[in-house]
């Protein structure tokens, strides 16, 4: 049994892996920087790695756990004046009820991470900002600009709502059991205006979809439901690009042009 999980054993079916390098621990407390009255809710909390430190800055936190054994271990560990356990899957938790405000931290699952960073988002007019330990495959994905492999339709309905940064890499040594996979810290601040709204992001968010189904193919072929080439020559964009040449501004400006003129993709 590894001292790291201190007699827990990993559960693959929540994607446990457990952060111990105190260095990695004490750059994302640092980069997370909580004040004393901070609301700060913090998901996956596991063995406590950085529950305790952030304790040490802040006179309460959230965390929001699904494993019983954990959930047991916490609450034993520090008293509810202190800590706040809110038991269940953070994919379905309502984090609007924490606070008004409020700071995110966590080393997320990376089988669910996907998902629970669209359910996030659907919070971010109440976040001040966001930390999270994730594959370092999908960072790369959420901060890709236009014109490389990594771009798509993650990372454009993330960069819609925050401004993000990729703050370090860490290696799958610095976790008990160890990923298959390198990691990466990343972070997350909401826009307080945002740069281009849309008019219905759900439009958006299908337009993405589309676009990037076949990224090999060119806009006129993967969004020929949606406009025909006059139309994407008015809007500054050439058919003959491939998906990941256009920009969020330009996007956004195509899935406004498509509620202002009611289009529908072809079913």
Partial sequence: MSQA?????????????????PQVIDDIVNAVNPQADSVVVEIGPGLGALTEPLLQRVTHLHVVELD????????????????T????????FDFGTIAPRYKIVGNLPYNISTPLLFHLATFADQVEDM??????EVVERMVAEPGCADYGRLGLMLQYYFSMEKLLDV??????PPPKVDSAVVR??????????????????????????????TIRNTLRGW?????????????SW???????????ALANFAVDHGHKPNK
């Fill in 5 to 21: 999980t201190h007699g827990h054993v990993a559960r693959k079916r929540f994607g446990q892996n457990f952060l111990n390098n």
């Fill in 68 to 83: 019983r054994d954990l959930i047991a271990r916490l609450r034993k560990r520090w008293p509810a004046e202190r800590l």
């Fill in 85 to 92: 356990v809110h038991e269940g899957d953070a994919l379905r």
């Fill in 131 to 136: 930390h999270f330990m994730l594959q370092k």
């Fill in 171 to 176: 290696p799958p040594g610095c976790f008990s």
């Fill in 188 to 217: 997350l601040i909401p826009y307080q205006t945002l740069p281009y709204p849309a008019q219905d992001v759900a439009v958006l968010s299908q337009l993405l979809t589309e676009a990037f189904s076949q990224r090999r193919k």
């Fill in 227 to 239: 406009f025909d080439e006059t139309t994407l020559v008015n809007q500054g964009i050439d058919p």
């Fill in 242 to 252: 491939r998906p990941e040449n256009l920009t969020l501004a330009q996007y956004v």
